[in-house]
T-cell receptor, first 112, second 116 residues
Framework: DAGVTQSPTHLIKTRGQQVTLRCSPK?????VSWYQQALGQGPQFIFQ???????QRGNFPDRFSGHQFPNYSSELNVNALLLGDSALYLC???????????FGAGTRLSVL | AQKITQTQPGMFVQEKEAVTLDCTYD???????LFWYKQPSSGEMIFLIY??????QNATEGRYSLNFQKARKSANLVISASQLGDSAMYFC?????????????FGKGTRLHILP
């Protein structure tokens, strides 16, 4: 049973560029959440998708957007990258109504 | 005010000893959930244990137990018989509100080093 998978594992971009990160949830899970983890910090909630719609959003600007597909996989898009967007981006999946979110290994984004 | 406070940035513990990682939380919601996750250097957040605010007994999962003291708003993680593989970052986290799949708020973490 595959867990949460994220791609790519590492990414290097320059300021002003756009990036797309991908996440496949754990089998049977229908809810995907995205978190940003800056170096030395705990993860911070970006947004959550359920039934292809954004259900909740954290305190992140509109440059951060997402999408969920009918197979429950999800993408995180970040436009007009800033140096401060450099972080580990974690995807978590869960079953709607369930307590536990299961995380992937993350995508490490470096913005130069 | 911080929702989750982990006061120990780092800890060194001898192998086979028990470890207690501290966590205090702040919420006025009567319904909430508390989590502990482990993050090895690989980056993946590994779920360890969960405690609901209405659970009467402390949660246990193998070598992990959660010392839940509701009045003190404390949710310490206890690892019995530590192993070298326990070396990692540990995050305490909370979900507020009645909806069980709501967003999780994380603390800043404690880095645990197990010494041989």
């Amino acid at each position: 049973d595959a867990g949460v998978t994220q791609s790519p594992t590492h990414l290097i971009k320059t300021r002003g560029q756009q990036v797309t990160l991908r996440c496949s949830p754990k089998s049977g899970h229908d809810t995907v959440s995205w978190y940003q983890q800056a170096l030395g910090q705990g993860p911070q909630f970006i947004f959550q998708y359920y039934e292809e719609e954004e259900r909740q959003r954290g305190n992140f600007p509109d440059r951060f957007s997402g999408h969920q597909f009918p197979n429950y996989s999800s993408e995180l898009n970040v436009n007009a990258l800033l140096l401060g967007d450099s972080a580990l981006y974690l995807c978590a999946s869960s079953l709607a109504g369930a307590n536990i979110q299961y995380f992937g290994a993350g995508t490490r984004l470096s913005v130069l | 005010a911080q929702k989750i406070t982990q006061t120990q940035p780092g800890m060194f513990v001898q192998e086979k000893e028990a470890v207690t990682l501290d966590c205090t939380y702040d919420t006025s919601d009567p319904s909430y959930g508390l989590f502990w996750y482990k993050q090895p250097s690989s980056g993946e957040m590994i779920f360890l244990i969960y405690q609901g605010s209405y659970d009467q007994q402390n949660a246990t999962e193998g070598r992990y137990s959660l010392n839940f003291q509701k009045a003190r708003k404390s949710a310490n993680l206890v690892i019995s018989a530590s192993q070298l593989g326990d070396s990692a970052m540990y995050f305490c986290a909370m979900r507020e509100g009645y909806r069980r799949d709501d967003k999780i708020i994380f603390g800043k973490g404690t880095r645990l080093h197990i010494l041989p």
